[in-house]
């Protein structure tokens, strides 16, 4: 089997057709995050490739046996992979500046990196944020895989796109509305203008339920302190993003709302047996999960009267045996980002990156320094060189990375100039029907 994923990836679709029966033998049953063929998500078809005109020719019979499709394509790109490759794709990284620069570079071309999380610092205008996603998109097209590219847009005060965008209002707003049309409306509208600009990931929406009025992190980022209104408004937002084919990660698990510390700056501790979290933080989630979403963010929380020792983040109890085990949630697995003080302060950043990938963690966010990226990598290669990290573990991650790359049709091609006047256009339509009545 060719290489796929590459330039010519639209054209090689097809090829995927049996990409479900891939999932189910390597991922020990699809039954959320990979979605079976009884459940598809209207709004993204499946991909197909144009009908090529072969001219018809003198049939010579042939005793040499055709070419049998691979009954496991997801398994042949893996075993395609090197060892760097497969490690390159379990990180999301941030990158300096608003240019490609040649740490970026190497990022992508030495480290395969296969995601890269954009913020304010990186994004000065609309004409600047398309020379640099063509940019990273063309530097990418030498990996096997094409690249995921994300950013933090809920709406209200966490916004990373340019300033000439009309912004969609704070999660809080949009809960007290209660209206579950305008919500699918806001994460469509935000789906719309990620994908003008070349972006195909969204680290939204927010499912905290804001118990805590003290909460110095989420606030007004969460729709809400009633969990079926967080869990309805929050879904709808989550299935207006994925119909326009951009990847929504749920965060933040299993539930940063009654927090009283800032994890990007401390740890917060949170004193919630499993019994309080089933009853209110993981109600969002768990209907998330029952509605198909496909990733999800785990917290920088400690929680002792589950894990004594390590935050969720980090947390076998939480990932393996709450989060896959019991709620059954077969998606993405991500971090947050292992930069922040909550990690940074407590752990060295490799060892924690280790302990979360041996929890369950598919993907680690290291979203700031290069150095702090590349000492991610190698404490990851060294955990697998010592079989600290079974291979097995990071083949079940590329196997659900690879799907979800299919899945979206991530492509590394390069966006046009977005019309700016129709995306506002949409957002003020949506806006005065809804939220300015």
């Given at each position: 089997?060719?290489?796929?994923?590459?330039?010519?990836?639209?054209?090689?679709?097809?090829?995927?057709?049996?990409?479900?029966?891939?999932?189910?033998?390597?991922?020990?049953?699809?039954?959320?995050?990979?979605?079976?063929?009884?459940?598809?998500?209207?709004?993204?078809?499946?991909?197909?490739?144009?009908?090529?005109?072969?001219?018809?020719?003198?049939?010579?019979?042939?005793?040499?046996?055709?070419?049998?499709?691979?009954?496991d394509p997801i398994q042949d790109m893996i075993q395609q992979?090197?060892?760097?490759?497969?490690?390159?794709?379990?990180?999301?990284?941030?990158?300096?500046?608003?240019?490609?620069?040649?740490?970026?570079?190497?990022?992508?071309?030495?480290?395969?990196?296969?995601?890269?999380?954009?913020?304010?610092?990186?994004?000065?205008?609309?004409?600047?944020?398309?020379?640099?996603?063509?940019?990273?998109?063309?530097?990418?097209?030498?990996?096997?895989?094409?690249?995921?590219?994300?950013?933090?847009?809920?709406?209200?005060?966490?916004?990373?796109?340019?300033?000439?965008?009309?912004?969609?209002?704070?999660?809080?707003?949009?809960?007290?509305?209660?209206?579950?049309?305008?919500?699918?409306?806001?994460?469509?509208?935000?789906?719309?203008?990620?994908?003008?600009?070349?972006?195909?990931?969204?680290?939204?929406?927010?499912?905290?339920i804001n118990s805590n009025p003290n909460n110095p992190v989420?606030?007004?980022?969460?729709?809400?302190?009633?969990?079926?209104?967080?869990?309805?408004?929050?879904?709808?937002?989550?299935?207006?993003?994925?119909?326009?084919?951009?990847?929504?990660?749920?965060?933040?698990?299993?539930?940063?709302?009654?927090?009283?510390?800032?994890?990007?700056?401390?740890?917060?501790?949170?004193?919630?047996?499993?019994?309080?979290?089933?009853?209110?933080?993981?109600?969002?989630?768990?209907?998330?999960?029952?509605?198909?979403?496909?990733?999800?963010?785990?917290?920088?929380?400690?929680?002792?009267?589950?894990?004594?020792?390590?935050?969720?983040?980090?947390?076998?109890?939480?990932?393996?045996?709450?989060?896959?085990?019991?709620?059954?949630?077969?998606?993405?697995?991500?971090?947050?980002?292992?930069?922040?003080?909550?990690?940074?302060?407590?752990?060295?950043?490799?060892?924690?990156?280790?302990?979360?990938?041996?929890?369950?963690?598919?993907?680690?966010?290291?979203?700031?320094?290069?150095?702090?990226?590349?000492?991610?990598?190698?404490?990851?290669?060294?955990?697998?060189?010592?079989?600290?990290?079974?291979?097995?573990?990071?083949?079940?991650?590329?196997?659900?990375?690879?799907?979800?790359?299919?899945?979206?049709?991530?492509?590394?091609?390069?966006?046009?100039?977005?019309?700016?006047?129709?995306?506002?256009?949409?957002?003020?339509?949506?806006?005065?029907?809804?939220?300015?009545?």
């Open positions: 089997m060719s290489v796929l994923f590459k330039k010519d990836w639209v054209k090689k679709w097809t090829r995927w057709s049996l990409v479900g029966c891939a999932c189910s033998s390597l991922l020990s049953g699809c039954t959320h995050g990979i979605r079976s063929p009884e459940q598809p998500i209207a709004a993204i078809p499946a991909p197909t490739a144009p009908q090529a005109v072969i001219p018809v020719q003198p049939q010579i019979p042939d005793k040499t046996p055709m070419p049998v499709a691979s009954p992979l090197t060892l760097d490759e497969k490690l390159g794709q379990m990180i999301f990284a941030g990158i300096d500046g608003t240019d490609r620069s040649p740490q970026t570079m190497e990022l992508l071309e030495a480290y395969h990196v296969g995601g890269l999380i954009l913020y304010k610092p990186n994004i000065e205008n609309s004409k600047q944020l398309i020379k640099l996603v063509n940019a990273l998109k063309q530097t990418n097209r030498g990996n096997k895989l094409p690249l995921w590219l994300g950013v933090d847009e809920e709406g209200g005060k966490v916004t990373r796109l340019p300033g000439d965008i009309v912004k969609m209002p704070p999660s809080k707003e949009v809960g007290k509305t209660n209206q579950k049309e305008f919500a699918y409306g806001v994460g469509n509208v935000l789906g719309q203008e990620l994908s003008a600009y070349g972006l195909n990931v969204d680290f939204a929406p927010v499912l905290d989420i606030g007004d980022r969460a729709f809400g302190p009633v969990a079926s209104i967080v869990g309805t408004m929050g879904i709808q937002v989550m299935k207006g993003l994925q119909a326009q084919q951009v990847l929504p990660v749920v965060k933040h698990f299993p539930g940063h709302g009654d927090t009283s510390v800032d994890s990007h700056v401390g740890l917060p501790v949170v004193q919630h047996d499993l019994a309080r979290l089933r009853k209110l933080e993981l109600l969002p989630f768990a209907e998330a999960f029952s509605q198909q979403a496909d990733a999800v963010m785990v917290a920088h929380i400690l929680l002792p009267k589950v894990d004594e020792q390590y935050p969720a983040s980090m947390s076998k109890k939480i990932i393996t045996d709450l989060l896959r085990k019991e709620m059954g949630f077969d998606g993405l697995v991500m971090t947050d980002d292992m930069t922040m003080g909550a990690i940074a302060t407590n752990y060295e950043l490799g060892e924690a990156a280790v302990l979360s990938v041996l929890a369950g963690s598919n993907v680690v966010m290291v979203a700031h320094d290069y150095d702090k990226v590349v000492s991610v990598i190698e404490a990851l290669r060294n955990a697998v060189k010592e079989n600290r990290i079974r291979i097995e573990m990071i083949d079940q991650s590329l196997a659900r990375i690879i799907h979800l790359k299919y899945k979206y049709q991530v492509q590394d091609l390069s966006p046009t100039t977005p019309d700016i006047q129709q995306l506002n256009a949409a957002a003020n339509q949506l806006l005065d029907e809804y939220f300015h009545k």
